[in-house]
């Protein structure tokens, strides 16, 4: 059954007319998503430093976010969370993601530098796959700086961030050059075809609606053959070995919950190691609502604890 305290929050929705995403325009989501987060998410904890910074890239600069745990020198050299945040595509930005990420790095006792990647409809595919690399890069690259070990560097993400990083996991294995040592997946979105059973089930009044995946795809996507390049569609990779380990998690009332379970089957069977935990009671993007939903602070705890693990000395 639909945890309580979700099934409250949907009611809660349904009672005050709260617009759909895929209702309004882009520029509008962005900022009703942003403005709205303040009523689910938890006050933001203190952490030992932040910075907004830029990487560099061929397509122009990325805006970043440093954080760092609180009661660590400032000198220590700290593993380092590279992040992207979910909102398909479309919706989303540092704002939108800084308590979770400052909850992951004080957790974790890791650094965690956060992604602010390019947006559709006004930057498609492969858009913000390319910022994604980029900036995990550019992290490597200027780990000295940043006071970060380059050898202990994990991508993460939640939605289509988590497509991101276990696109970018593939693509640093492709090329060679950016050794990465866990992968942090959240409910990811894995297979744009949108197929799955759970598209079908969990399709409408969980909160992430078919219609809302549809707008979010098809701001991104520019042209449907796109949903079987594996940049775009990271299940459908042929070869899934010799990755980093990951963590997925996904949520038992998700329209993408199944594509998270594959993902994670596809990755043990090509010998990758892969934890996989379901909260079964739960809907797409309850780890970001810790003020309303307990079990997001066990998910996010549990997050921190399998990086912490991962990326030990």
């Given at each position: 059954?639909?945890?309580?305290?979700?099934?409250?929050?949907?009611?809660?929705?349904?009672?005050?007319?709260?617009?759909?995403?895929?209702?309004?325009?882009p520029p509008d989501a962005r900022a009703?998503?942003?403005?709205?987060?303040?009523?689910?998410?938890?006050?933001?904890?203190?952490?030992?430093?932040?910075?907004?910074?830029?990487?560099?890239?061929?397509?122009?600069?990325?805006?970043?976010r440093s954080y760092r745990p609180a009661?660590?020198?400032?000198?220590?050299?700290?593993?380092?969370?590279?992040?992207?945040?979910?909102?398909?595509?479309?919706?989303?930005?540092?704002?939108?993601?800084?308590?979770?990420?400052?909850?992951?790095?004080?957790?974790?006792?890791?650094?965690?530098?956060?992604?602010?990647?390019?947006?559709?409809?006004?930057?498609?595919?492969?858009?913000?796959?390319?910022?994604?690399?980029?900036?995990?890069?550019?992290?490597?690259?200027?780990?000295?700086?940043?006071?970060?070990?380059?050898?202990?560097?994990?991508?993460?993400?939640?939605?289509?961030?988590?497509?991101?990083?276990?696109?970018?996991?593939?693509?640093?294995?492709?090329?060679?050059?950016?050794?990465?040592?866990?992968?942090?997946?959240?409910?990811?979105a894995t297979d744009q075809r949108r197929?799955?059973?759970?598209?079908?089930?969990?399709?409408?009044?969980?909160?992430?609606?078919?219609?809302?995946?549809?707008?979010?795809?098809?701001?991104?996507?520019?042209?449907?053959?796109?949903?079987?390049?594996?940049?775009?569609?990271?299940?459908?990779?042929?070869?899934?070995?010799?990755?980093?380990?990951?963590?997925?998690?996904?949520?038992?009332?998700?329209?993408?919950?199944?594509?998270?379970?594959?993902?994670?089957?596809?990755?043990?069977?090509?010998?990758?190691?892969?934890?996989?935990?379901?909260?079964?009671?739960?809907?797409?993007?309850?780890?970001?609502?810790?003020?309303?939903?307990?079990?997001?602070?066990?998910?996010?705890?549990?997050?921190?604890?399998?990086?912490?693990?991962?990326?030990?000395?």
């Open positions: 059954m639909l945890h309580p305290q979700a099934q409250a929050l949907l009611r809660l929705i349904e009672d005050k007319g709260v617009p759909p995403t895929h209702t309004l325009a009703f998503y942003r403005e709205r987060r303040t009523f689910t998410q938890p006050d933001p904890p203190e952490v030992g430093a932040v910075r907004d910074l830029e990487a560099q890239s061929p397509a122009g600069p990325i805006p970043l009661g660590v020198s400032a000198e220590a050299l700290l593993p380092v969370l590279v992040y992207y945040h979910g909102g398909g595509w479309v919706i989303g930005d540092l704002d939108t993601h800084d308590v979770l990420c400052r909850q992951l790095c004080n957790f974790s006792g890791c650094a965690v530098v956060a992604v602010d990647y390019r947006l559709a409809p006004e930057h498609r595919f492969p858009a913000a796959l390319d910022d994604a690399v980029a900036a995990a890069r550019w992290v490597r690259a200027n780990a000295a700086t940043l006071k970060v070990d380059a050898a202990r560097v994990a991508v993460g993400g939640d939605s289509a961030g988590g497509n991101l990083a276990a696109a970018v996991a593939l693509v640093a294995r492709e090329q060679g050059d950016l050794p990465l040592s866990f992968q942090l997946l959240v409910y990811p197929g799955a059973p759970s598209h079908t089930t969990n399709g409408q009044g969980y909160l992430l609606t078919r219609d809302s995946m549809d707008y979010y795809h098809d701001h991104y996507i520019a042209d449907r053959s796109q949903d079987l390049d594996w940049r775009a569609s990271p299940l459908l990779h042929a070869d899934h070995g010799n990755l980093p380990p990951a963590f997925v998690l996904v949520a038992g009332f998700d329209p993408l919950r199944d594509e998270g379970v594959a993902y994670a089957a596809k990755l043990s069977a090509a010998g990758t190691q892969a934890t996989l935990v379901n909260f079964e009671r739960q809907i797409h993007g309850f780890i970001t609502m810790g003020r309303v939903i307990d079990e997001a602070n066990v998910a996010v705890r549990m997050c921190a604890a399998e990086l912490r693990q991962a990326l030990r000395p």
